[in-house]
């Protein structure tokens, strides 16, 4: 059993934090954890975010303040190399989840392509640079059919990057218990035939649920498409959430 998806932007870099998600993850009998930082935590990230800095005042004040608790990819590589020279019973994997802006394609593979990292994470929290999950209210005299249009675009668009090893909870987009007039299994089925097709692993992610909704994991199966389990923990009770379960319900539908 696997926990591909473990945030540890609570507390410090040292090993005696890192080793409370370790220890949690023994208990909870995972075989495998990735640990890792949302891109946005990383000042060597930012450059990717000036677009949406600017969108509005309140994503602004959102930069401005991860700002200032920004560290820098090298501090967390150390940590990184720091861990992987010590022996512990289960495997422990480092990665990013990395924004995915596509006007920064260029500039994140960049930034990603000496292979350090273990699993590299693609995300969409960011539609044109707007950010769709943090409010409901910003739904508000929004086109609901075009969000949904851009927002499985620029999903697309991440999968044939070629950056990344996981597409993080590709279902983000209903969060808010809003959707789109029209039926999303034309639009699950492409995605999951992109997602097969680029050898992406489809992230089943448990912090809500376990994973995505059952007309998406339906076609996802009948496609074939490779699943990977994460708990998007970002406090350490929260490492190995539900993960038997989702990992139970990849092998038996």
């Known amino acids: 059993m696997k926990d591909l998806h473990i945030h540890i932007e609570r507390g410090p870099y040292t090993t005696e934090w890192i080793e409370q998600f370790i220890s949690k993850a023994v208990q909870q009998n995972l075989d495998e954890i990735c640990l890792l930082e949302h891109s946005i935590r990383f000042s060597d990230f930012h450059p990717t975010f000036k677009e949406a800095r600017e969108y509005s005042r309140?994503?602004?004040?959102?930069?401005?303040?991860?700002e200032k608790s920004a560290h820098t990819l090298d501090e967390f590589k150390a940590l990184a190399n720091e861990i992987r020279g010590r022996e512990y019973p289960i495997k422990v994997s480092f990665g990013l989840e990395i924004c995915w802006f596509e006007q920064h394609q260029n500039f994140i593979?960049?930034?990603?392509?000496?292979?350090?990292?273990?699993?590299?994470?693609?995300s969409?929290?960011?539609?044109?640079?707007?950010?769709f999950n943090q409010r409901k209210y910003q739904w508000l005299?929004?086109?609901?059919?075009?969000?949904?249009?851009?927002?499985?675009?620029?999903?697309?668009?991440?999968?044939?990057?070629?950056?990344?090893?996981?597409?993080?909870?590709?279902d983000l987009i209903t969060c808010h218990g809003l959707y789109p007039s029209y039926d999303l299994a034309d639009t699950y089925m492409e995605f999951c035939k992109n997602v097969k097709a680029n050898h992406v692993?489809?992230?089943?992610?448990t912090s809500k649920g376990l994973g995505v909704n059952k007309q998406f994991f339906?076609?996802?199966?009948?496609?074939?498409?490779?699943?990977?389990?994460?708990?998007?923990?970002?406090?350490?009770?929260?490492v190995g959430r539900s993960i038997k379960t989702v990992t139970n319900l990849i092998s038996h539908r």
């Open 124 to 131: 969409v929290h960011w539609i044109d640079n707007w950010t």
């Open 218 to 238: 339906d076609i996802a199966k009948e496609v074939g498409v490779e699943f990977s389990t994460g708990s998007d923990a970002h406090r350490v009770e929260d």
């Open 141 to 170: 005299g929004k086109d609901f059919n075009h969000i949904y249009k851009r927002y499985f675009e620029m999903q697309n668009s991440l999968l044939q990057s070629g950056i990344f090893d996981i597409v993080a909870h590709p």
């Open 58 to 66: 309140y994503q602004r004040k959102w930069f401005d303040g991860k």
């Open 109 to 122: 593979r960049n930034l990603t392509s000496d292979g350090f990292f273990d699993y590299l994470i693609g």
């Open 201 to 205: 692993l489809l992230e089943m992610n």
